[in-house]
């Protein structure tokens, strides 16, 4: 089993930066995908992005596209979210999340292993 921790959430206001971070540790050999998403109050859990583990494959949701950068640092087992140019609209409690499929997908029921979430908050 896969172990996934996030850190790096807070409060920033409208147009700052934050970078999320995503430790993983575990049985780690059998995912190949790992994503963000995120889930404000009265809302669904969305998909924000995700990387395949080489590195070579991403995807982003229309919202974040040009905003927010997913990475991954293998020799540090460590997933990031670089979220620029914040805006109200991306408060939420982000997740970390892995899967098992070879390739980066949007639907969240592909992801198995989760984090317990972070929490960013922008003001206005």
């Known amino acids: 089993q896969a172990q996934l921790v996030e850190s790096g959430g807070g409060l920033v206001q409208a147009g700052g930066s934050l970078r999320l971070s995503c430790a993983t540790s575990?049985?780690?050999?059998?995912?190949?995908?790992y994503g963000w998403f995120r889930q404000a109050p009265g809302k669904e859990r969305e998909f924000v992005a995700a990387?395949?583990?080489?590195?070579?494959?991403?995807q982003y949701a229309d919202s974040v596209k040009g905003r927010f950068t997913i990475s991954r640092d293998n020799a540090k087992n460590t997933v990031y979210l670089q979220m620029n140019r914040l805006e109200p609209e991306d408060t939420a409690v982000y997740f970390c999340?892995?899967?098992?499929?070879?390739?980066?997908?949007?639907?969240?029921?592909?992801?198995?292993?989760w984090g317990q979430g972070t929490q960013v908050t922008v003001s206005s």
């Open positions: 990387i395949r583990r080489s590195g070579d494959n991403t």
């Open positions: 999340a892995a899967s098992t499929f070879r390739v980066p997908g949007q639907d969240k029921r592909l992801y198995v292993y």
């Open positions: 575990g049985r780690t050999s059998s995912t190949n995908v």
